[in-house]
């Protein structure tokens, strides 16, 4: 390692002649006062001008790693004035757990930890990586990383920088910081010629190199504060502590400003600061700007309303209990319905009280084309009396549909249905879990409950007595979007009813022969009308999806998103819980498949997966990560 900075050593072969010779076959090992000494100069020389620089940061800085299986290594450097200059060295020991780590793990743990050693050095800059293993080539590019790796591989993301592979002949610096002996000292750096140990630790906790507040903004301008006061008239420091006057702007009766005062916080205290403000009973978790009007009032450093966003938008507790203010998420979109009987959709009404012919559940079938409504009364609503109805009512008198249309119940996701629907080679759609709005039958069974409850006097054992006529109610109302009735769009004529006054008035009307060819002719218009429907149709879905878009948002998810997944619980009585003060959301959760826009598969870190979720039941999650501020403070 000296030897490869030995043109930067002032008579370096004359200071290391008392090692090289120890290096001879021919001489007896005998290491004495001579050999220490020089080895401590050259110590000395290495970690001192000129072979140590002061970083140019508008120069590309270049980090050398390695690692041996007992230490890591990493000298970062600049070219200056066209000369290799050491910036900083650093190595520390493994510990007994990463000795365990594969050789390219232990490589990999070389370049981690060197990036956060010199982290104040590199963020926010482009520079280079040189090892002397070439595996690491690929890790920005790992496909489905898992473990470690993933972990590292994440926290890379917000660094630039590419990695360049060295032959281990030519990685001398780092490869002998790696293998230092382990009496040796193996936890300080050595920045510009200053070990770490040798700074006052006061210093340290504000220094660019500090662990945890490595803040050069904050250490310079204490430093300048404390050297000429009179230069920075609102500034003072004050047992040990900076503080800078800002009269806050907002200050109410029941908020103290200390006079203007503001303590000025070191990058490694601010988010504490935050937490105090924001995750304390006393501060409930309160938005984005309570939380900074709060923290105002105490404190001061750059940007701090960007790392109060910053902290609010990850916090976890906040992502799990709040419920968004903005317009829900997802698009209305438009179902392709090819003819009468292409597209049907059910629904269950029920349990109601049993009749007094045994009926207790209603079966409602709509065709989505013509709008006709079949009503079925049913005595349990199980998947063979479903089978059963659908095969002798819907199939047998309308046909096989192309597609079928029902919610998430058990009533119609189980073995009998998909038997009759992959035998009549029918597709089955649901709706999303949780949104039966979704259905087109919701609004109809809205208008039968009301028609039931219109209709229904003192003994509701009744309420199936009048269902063949709210069935003729449906199908011979005017529909806006057909432009005409569902009976009408099915048969080319509007059915008489039963009690109608005009025939009273008129009496009975002369019979007149019936002609099937006229008859004929006459249907033929009735192809016509159901083409001018299929137009109509568009027309009122386009009305009816614009109306609704215009209160959502456009946004879509994609595969490997993470997000959160409302939760729906129910309360309980019985167990004492309330499902008013349970958090709206859980997880995270990862987008598996996306099955339509508004519509994903969902699975849990551990594979798991939780099924259909409609895009109004989810939102973005954002990811939980370490020190959180480091990314976004600073002037």
């Known amino acids: 390692m000296a030897s490869w900075y030995r043109r930067f050593i002032p008579g370096f072969a004359t200071t290391a002649a008392p090692l090289t010779r120890l290096m001879k076959k021919t001489e007896t ?27 140019d940061f508008a120069l590309p800085f270049t980090l050398q790693t390695d690692a041996s299986n007992v230490g890591l290594g990493a000298v970062l450097t600049q070219v200056i004035d066209g000369e290799e200059r050491v910036i900083a060295y650093a190595s520390r020991a493994l510990t007994a757990a990463e000795k365990k780590y594969t050789v390219t793990e232990l490589e990999c743990l070389a370049v981690i930890w060197s990036i956060n050693k010199f982290w104040c ?9 040189i090892t002397d293993h070439s595996s690491l080539r690929w890790l920005h590019n790992l496909r489905n990383p898992t473990g470690r790796l993933a972990r590292w591989a994440l926290g890379l993301l917000e660094y630039n920088f590419e990695i360049i592979h060295r032959k281990g002949a030519l990685h001398h ?52 504060v404390q050297r000429a006061p009179d ?39 601010r988010a504490q600061a935050i937490a105090q403000c924001h995750e304390s009973p006393q501060a409930g978790h309160l938005g984005v700007d309570k939380t900074y009007r709060r923290l105002y009032t105490s404190y001061y ?18 992502q799990r209990c709040k419920v968004e203010q903005a317009p829900p998420r997802g698009l209305m979109g438009r179902r392709i319905i090819q003819g009468p009987w292409d597209t049907i959709a059910a ?49 047998s008198r309308w046909g096989t549909p192309r597609v079928f249309f029902s919610d998430n119940g058990t009533e119609f996701v189980n073995r009998e249905i998909k038997s009759l629907m992959t035998s009549l080679g029918t597709k089955h759609e649901t709706t999303p879990p949780y949104h039966p709005q979704a259905n087109p039958v919701e609004r ?86 159901r083409k001018t429907l299929v137009h109509a149709i568009t027309e009122s879905s386009n009305k009816q999806a614009h109306q609704y878009n215009l209160r959502c948002r456009n946004v879509e998810f994609q595969e490997g998103d993470l997000v959160m997944r409302r939760s729906h619980p129910l309360s309980s009585a019985a167990k004492q819980f309330s499902a008013a003060l349970v958090p709206p959301f859980g997880g995270p959760f990862i987008i598996d498949k996306k099955l339509s826009k508004v519509r994903y598969s969902v699975v849990d870190f551990n594979g798991k997966a939780y099924g259909e979720v409609a895009i109004q039941d989810l939102k973005p999650y954002v990811r939980i990560i370490d020190n959180v501020l480091e990314s976004v403070s600073g002037p």
């Open 444 to 529: 109809v069974n809205r208008v039968l409950k009301t028609m039931l409850r219109a209709f229904i006097e003192s003994d509701h054992r009744t309420w199936d007595e009048h269902l063949h006529d709210f069935q003729f109610a449906f199908n011979t109302a005017y529909h806006e979007s057909l432009q005409a009735t569902p009976a009408f769009a099915n048969f080319g004529r509007e059915p008489l009813p039963a009690i109608s006054l005009k025939r009273e008035l008129e009496g009975e009307l002369e019979i007149v022969p019936g002609n099937v060819q006229e008859w004929v002719e006459r249907m033929k218009p009735l192809e016509t009308l």
């Open 301 to 318: 450093w750059p940007n701090m309303f960007r790392d109060v966003v910053a902290f609010v938008r990850h916090s976890d507790t906040c």
């Open 231 to 269: 230069l920075f008239p609102d500034w003072k420091i004050v047992k040990e502590l900076l503080y800078m006057h800002r009269p806050s702007d907002f200050v109410t009766l029941e908020m103290e400003d200390r006079d203007g005062w503001k303590l000025v916080l070191p990058q490694h205290q």
């Open 121 to 129: 050095y590199l963020e926010g800059y482009s520079f280079t990586v």
């Open 347 to 395: 629904d269950i009404v029920g349990p109601i009280t049993r009749s007094k012919a045994g009926f207790s559940f209603i079966l409602v079938v709509q065709d989505l084309f013509t709008r006709w409504v079949e009503v079925i009364p049913l005595r349990r609503a199980t998947e063979k009396t479903i089978r059963e109805s659908l095969e002798k009512v819907i199939i």
């Open 173 to 224: 610096v780092p490869d002998a910081l790696s293998r230092a002996p382990d009496g040796e000292s193996l936890d300080t750096e050595t920045i510009a010629g200053l070990q770490s140990e040798d700074v006052p630790s006061e210093l340290m906790d504000a220094s660019p190199a500090a662990k945890p507040g490595r803040d050069r903004w904050y250490w310079k301008k204490f430093r300048n």
């Open 29 to 55: 090992w005998l290491w004495s006062e001579e050999q220490a000494a020089a080895f401590e100069a050259l110590k000395q020389h290495l970690a001192s001008a000129p072979t140590l620089a002061c970083p």
